[in-house]
Nanobody
Framework: QVPLVESGGGLVQPGGSLRLSCTASGFTLDFYPMGWFRQAPGKEREGVSCIRSSDGSTFYADSVKGRFTISRDRDKVYLQMNSLKPEDTAVYYC???????????????????WGQGTQVTVSS
């Protein structure tokens, strides 16, 4: 059973917004650093954002800084995506960190669990 489930993806026009959500089962999400990464067809995984559980510190890839916002409450993690661009098109994955966001730019290293992903398509 995949312990993380993403929702909120879809088709949006350039300049539009989406809000992704992530829920967990089998563990208390609030206890862990959590993040998002994405993967576009034919490309490697890209670390998008991460948020620590200890102090709420947030981290963003340069490609999304100023446009995306990660947040959390006890039960969910969110990714608010504004001013979306066609190059943001990808499958977005919610993930649990076991490295406290220190290596969030390298998803294969940073995360020990992730969901099945939600498709985000930015196109006119």
């Amino acid at each position: 059973q995949v312990p993380l489930v993403e929702s909120g993806g879809g088709l949006v026009q350039p300049g539009g917004s989406l809000r992704l959500s992530c829920t967990a089962s089998g563990f208390t999400l609030d206890f862990y650093p959590m993040g998002w990464f994405r993967q576009a067809p034919g490309k490697e995984r890209e670390g998008v954002s991460c948020i620590r559980s200890s102090d709420g510190s947030t981290f963003y890839a340069d490609s999304v800084k100023g446009r995306f916002t990660i947040s959390r409450d006890r039960d969910k993690v969110y990714l608010q995506m504004n001013s979306l661009k066609p190059e943001d098109t990808a499958v977005y994955y919610c993930a649990r960190s076991d490295r406290n966001c220190d290596r969030y730019k390298y998803p294969n290293v940073e995360y020990d669990y992730w969901g099945q992903g939600t498709q985000v398509t930015v196109s006119s």
